[in-house]
Each structure stands twice: as C-alpha cells, then as structure tokens.
C-alpha cells in the first residue's frame, strides 16, 4: 500500500497515507499478544490508525500463535492488510537471488501467494469471520490464476487436509471480507475484476517507494477504456474507503 513515512512508536510502527492524516499500524510478530494490545492502543483514540499490517516476509500467517492479532481485529473498523518487504525471500535450502532485480520480482508476488494459502487453507477466514483482509503491492493479475489452483488443490483433497473449508477459495473471496490491491496499468486487471469482483480490489499508489508513478498512475487508471466508470471510481475510491471504514 502507500507509504509516505514511517516512525516508531512503543515498538510498532506507524504508516502514513499520503494526502491525508489516516495512519495503520505495522505490528511486530515476535510476541502476538503485545502486538494485539499494540494494534488495540493504535486504532483506539490514543493514535487513530484506520488499521494495522503484518509483513509477508515472516513466518506462515496461518500459525494459532497469530491468533491473538486477528480476535482483536475481528472487531468493528479494524482490517489487516498483508504487505512485503520487497526483500530477498532466500531460506535454508534455496540458493538466494543474486541482484536486486531478481528479488523484487518475486518477493511480493511470492511473499502474498505464500500468506495467502497459508491463511486460507489454515482456515483463518473461518476461524475469525468477521476479519477483514487485504494483500497489498503485488498486484492483481495473479489473483484469478492463483484462486483456480486453489479452488483445484480444495475440490481434490480438502476432504482430508482442510475440512473446515466448507466452500472454495475463490468464494471467500467473493464473500466481501478479503480484498486485494492493484497497480494503475495491470494488463489483466479486467480478469481479476471479473473473477473477484470489482468491490475486491483499490488502488495503490506506491508513493513514496523509488518505483512509483503517482500522480500520474491516477490518470492512467481514469483513463482505462477497458474499466467501465463504476470500475474506476471503485478501485480508485469506494473499495479502499470501505475496507478502512472512512466513511
């Protein structure tokens, strides 16, 4: 998502919007339940965050230690968004990417697809129903792709390995509580739209990271003429105000 500042405070960090005073929270996992207590001290009024993160590059979300997080955020006007560091996503047994280039192309899009199963086929969405979820600054275009294979990888052994799935991936996803974000010139943002449908899926302005185009990816994405004007002021406006409940 956007990120403009960052500062730290009692031991999270704080993300700033651009062009406006709403902030979210970046919560640390190494203690899940400080981290809940953090989250609850940074949407209450003391900070005024519209919302927390957790990063992708960590260990697997779908983890019971996690827990704590997502029962305090189950609570009204409190969502999570997912979101990578864009760092190297090297472990034991994989030879780390050598440059720079090569790891900013996999780590977010690998980073989420990694959560994201996790998440789901750890059964989170049931276990806390009322979470709201977001992947963030991987795009979009891997999201129909993705939730085909793990529509196939739940119709063929979910019997046995995700019992409590009671229906597939992608229609948790079309349920209204997990949403994805987008870059302003995805070729296949049309498919994804039709896939998840288009109250799934805002905007991103990467501002204030070295590779971002706002200003002008706003005007890219208004002037689509493949996104009918429902599409646009959707993505570009009603679904992000939704997810973070401002109004």
């Not at 500062?7 to 406006?20: C, D, E, H, K, V």
């Not at 792709?145 to 529509?151: A, E, G, P, S, T």
């Not at 979910?158 to 010139?185: M, N, Q, W």
Request: proline residues 7%; hydrophobic residues 40%; contains cysteine.
């Amino acid at each position: 998502m956007s990120i403009s500042l960052l500062y730290p405070t009692r031991g999270l960090m704080m993300q700033f919007l651009p062009g406006a005073d709403w902030t979210v929270a970046l919560l640390p996992l190494q203690d899940p339940e400080a981290a809940a207590q953090e989250r609850e001290r940074a949407v209450g009024c003391e900070l005024g965050a519209v919302g927390g993160m957790l990063s992708a590059d960590c260990d697997l979300l779908g983890h019971k230690q996690v827990d704590p997080i997502y029962a305090m955020a189950q609570r009204p006007g409190m969502p999570l968004g997912i979101h990578a560091s864009g760092s190297d996503m090297g472990s034991p047994g994989w030879e780390p990417l050598p440059k720079f280039i090569q790891a900013h192309i996999c780590s977010h899009a690998l980073a989420q697809m990694r959560q994201f199963t996790s998440m789901m086929f750890d059964r989170v969405p049931v276990r806390f129903p009322e979470l709201t979820l977001a992947f963030l600054e991987a795009g979009s275009g891997w999201v129909p792709y993705f939730l085909q294979r793990m529509d196939e990888e739940w119709e063929k052994r979910g019997h046995t390995e995700a019992k409590l799935l009671t229906k597939a991936p992608t229609e948790y996803v079309r349920s209204g509580r997990i949403y994805f974000s987008c870059e302003a010139d995805e070729p296949l943002l049309p498919q994804a739209l039709q896939w998840v449908g288009d109250e799934r899926i805002f905007y991103a302005s990467d501002f204030a990271h070295w590779d971002h185009s706002y200003p002008t990816s706003v005007r890219e994405l208004s002037e689509r003429a493949d996104l009918s004007d429902t599409q646009k002021r959707r993505i570009l406006a009603d679904n992000a105000r939704r997810f973070y409940k401002l109004g």
